[in-house]
Structure formats: structure tokens, C-alpha cells
């Protein structure tokens, strides 16, 4: 592995090369993003594709990729941007990607401004509000996690967040009229450490979850898009937000072996079935039709 960065507009962005470049066998590099997660999170898959050269990176105000800009948000449009460049500094053409979360999202909107440079692109449970049905209450129960935390900080607010994302189906009355979970139910500090900072947990990447896809340029580009979903996440947040915008493509959702996390193996504690998850994703990738 070599670790380079790239120094645009803005940002410092390191990212990390997994391989020769030019592919050894030809392929086209495979680019894996998530968000706000860094790179670390994609050690155990990277693993799963030694025959692959891969590039992970850091997005912008994430882990290494230090921002200069004086800004705190994320928007998708400026990942997307980060994304384009890298992709031209890498010199080799058209990637394949593998997307994750947020950074699906971003995928999403690179594919819509450059076209041109993504061959393939696999979406992972992409959290975009707008394409639910309850997206009012979806943004409800959001801003919901967000208050917590302004109120009694992180590990409060990530417990919030857990209650959130783990709900069953459209957030009714039934889950607004829920009390706001104890933070040690989930293994969460208790004490408050004051900040207000986290991408997860504040509103700095609310736009990245209110984007809303551009549907026909989506459809009018060269790229082969295909929308995962875990089939443990049931009828989860991210799991209905990954069928819905498979819908808005005229597609159904690609299921997917695990869960959300379902690539890792114990990064930042949490493991899903990432031998299974890259056989997938390795089945997907090479199957262009």
C-alpha cells in the first residue's frame, strides 16, 4: 500500500493505493468511499480483493484529509468534486466503485456531474431521505437524534441515532411517543465531553442525507448503477431508503449478504460477513450485464 495526497481547493486529500497502478490484470481500479466514515473502515474488505489494485481515501474534514477551506458541512456535490479529482490524479481511466452510506450518496451525485467516471457503481444503503414516502417524519426522527445530542452529547445522541436507524418501517406515532433511549442501554459513555462537532450527530451532513437524486441523469449515464441493500437490515432506515432509490431508477435493490456494516471485521468494533459480503460484491462487479 502506498498513501499519497492531493491537494485541491479546499483540502488536503490523502488517499491510499492498494496495488500497482497501472491494474496488473487490466481492470479498472476499484475505488471504495464512505461517509463520513474514513478509510480504515474498508481494511477488511480490501483484503478480500488481493488480485484488485484498490483506492481508499479519506473525504474531505474526515480522518486525515484536512480541510482549509473554513467550512464544517458536507455536501454531496463537494465530495463528488473531491472524488473527480482523484479519479484524474489516478491516471487510469474510469473506475469501478463501491460505495457505502453516505458515501453512496456522493457516488451518486459524481455519476450525475461526471459521468464519465465510473464504469460501475455499487450504492450501499445510501441514507437519502426524499425518496421515502414519510420523508417528513424521517427528517423528524433526525432532527429528533441531533436534539439529544445538543442536549446530553455523544453517547446520547448516539443511542438516539442507533434507535433511529434500527426502527422497523415508517416512523410513526408510535415512534416519536418512544423515550429517549439511555445511552448505557447501547454501551455508550454516559459523560458529556462538550463537543458538538460530530458528522454523524450534528446537522453538518444533513445535506448529504436531504440530497435528492437526479433521476434521469442517473438513467442517462453510461454507468452501470446498482442499488445494495443487507438482508439483515429488514425494514430499517437505510434499507428503505436503498429500495426507494432503486425504485426512482426503475430497478429493484441488489440484496446484499449482512447488514449495514456488513463489509466490516471488527473496524470500529462492529463486524458483519465481509468474506460473503466480497463475494458479492466481487459477483456484481464482474457481472456486466
Aim: glycine share 10%.
Amino acid at each position: 500500500m502506498s498513501t499519497h495526497t492531493l491537494q485541491i481547493p479546499g483540502v488536503d486529500l490523502v488517499y491510499d493505493v492498494h496495488g500497482p497502478l497501472p491494474t496488473a490484470d487490466g481492470r479498472p481500479v476499484l475505488v471504495m468511499i464512505g461517509q463520513p466514515m474514513d478509510a480504515s473502515g474498508f481494511g477488511t474488505l480490501v483484503s478480500h480483493f488481493p488480485e484488485r489494485t484498490v483506492v481508499t481515501y479519506d473525504p474531505r474534514g474526515v480522518g486525515r484529509s484536512v480541510r482549509n477551506d473554513g467550512r464544517v458541512d458536507s455536501t454531496p456535490e463537494t465530495q463528488a468534486g473531491d472524488l473527480h479529482a482523484l479519479i484524474e490524479a489516478l491516471g487510469a481511466g474510469p473506475v469501478e466503485m463501491f460505495a457505502s452510506s453516505g458515501g453512496a450518496v456522493t457516488a451518486l451525485a459524481l455519476v450525475t456531474a461526471h459521468p464519465g467516471d465510473v464504469t460501475t457503481l455499487v450504492a450501499h444503503e445510501p441514507p437519502i431521505i426524499p425518496v421515502l414516502p414519510d420523508a417528513a417524519a424521517a427528517a423528524r426522527a433526525r432532527a429528533g437524534f441531533k436534539e439529544v445530542y445538543d442536549a446530553k452529547g455523544w453517547g446520547a445522541g448516539m443511542a438516539a441515532f442507533i434507535a433511529m436507524t434500527s426502527w422497523q418501517g415508517e416512523f410513526t406515532d408510535d415512534y416519536f411517543a418512544q423515550p429517549a433511549p439511555d445511552a448505557a442501554m447501547f454501551g455508550m459513555p454516559s459523560e458529556d465531553d462538550g463537543s458538538r462537532d460530530d458528522p454523524l450527530l450534528s446537522d453538518r451532513s444533513w445535506a448529504i442525507s436531504d440530497y435528492r437524486p437526479d433521476a434521469e441523469a442517473l438513467a442517462a449515464a453510461p454507468t452501470r448503477i446498482v442499488i445494495a441493500v443487507g438482508e439483515e437490515s429488514a425494514d430499517t432506515f437505510t434499507a428503505r431508503t436503498a429500495v426507494a432509490t432503486a425504485e426512482l431508477l426503475g430497478r429493484q435493490a441488489t440484496v446484499f449478504p449482512s447488514h449495514h456494516g456488513g463489509f466490516l471485521g471488527g473496524e470500529f468494533g462492529q463486524s458483519g460477513q465481509p468474506e460473503a459480503f466480497a463475494r458479492k460484491l466481487r459477483e456484481v462487479l464482474d457481472n456486466a450485464g
